[in-house]
């Protein structure tokens, strides 16, 4: 995959991240000003095509990502940075609450060298804040492989669900106070 494009006018360029489920990463994503789309799907793994039931057994090696589509003119992939780490727990392995696998694992799958070096520096710049170790992977970018489409737009077709109403909303709440001048108008 190409790190940027142009659509139109538009420079896109393109993230992609694992923090647990995919239906929150996606619920969060699509909420921010500068996000032109949000896919859930698998990478990082070893089967050819993978599928929710093979990834949830936790024998793929896949993890559970969005891939993001961003307008690098209208918010930078360190914005982009600080909202995946203040919406999940990078310091537990294989485990986001209670979704637990290497499926949920925190993930940073770049794109360009110039990627891995922000991660990098990001990852660097927050430990020295945290008071746990983070354990995000930071990988190349390989295969990413769309999830069924039972999964997209999980939260905006099933917000009133259990998991939705526990787990997302809450995500929902904490990016609208920690991050009020990132949202979208839409």
Wanted: net charge negative; charged share 20%; hydrophobic share 40%.
């Amino acid at each position: 995959m190409e790190t940027n494009m142009t659509l139109g006018n538009v420079e896109v360029d393109h993230l992609i991240l694992g923090g647990g489920c995919f239906w929150c990463l996606e619920a969060v994503f699509r909420r921010l000003d500068g996000v032109l789309s949000v896919e859930p799907g698998y990478s990082g793994g070893r089967t050819e095509a993978p599928d929710y039931e093979a990834v949830c057994t936790g024998t793929t090696g896949h993890a559970e990502v969005v891939r993001i589509a961003f307008d690098p003119a209208r918010i930078g992939f360190q914005a982009l940075l600080q909202v995946f780490f203040s919406s999940h727990d990078p310091t537990t392995v294989n485990r986001q609450g209670h979704d637990i696998g290497s499926q949920y694992r925190s993930v940073i799958f770049f794109a360009s060298p110039l990627q891995e070096a922000l991660a990098k520096q990001f990852i660097a710049d927050l430990q020295a804040r945290w008071p746990s170790p983070i354990v995000t992977e930071l990988l190349p970018l390989g295969p990413f492989h769309q999830a069924e489409a039972y999964h997209r737009d999980y939260y905006a077709r099933n917000a009133a669900q259990p998991y939705c109403q526990l787990v997302i909303a809450p995500k929902l709440q904490q990016l609208k106070r920690d991050f009020p001048d990132r949202l979208s108008a839409v």
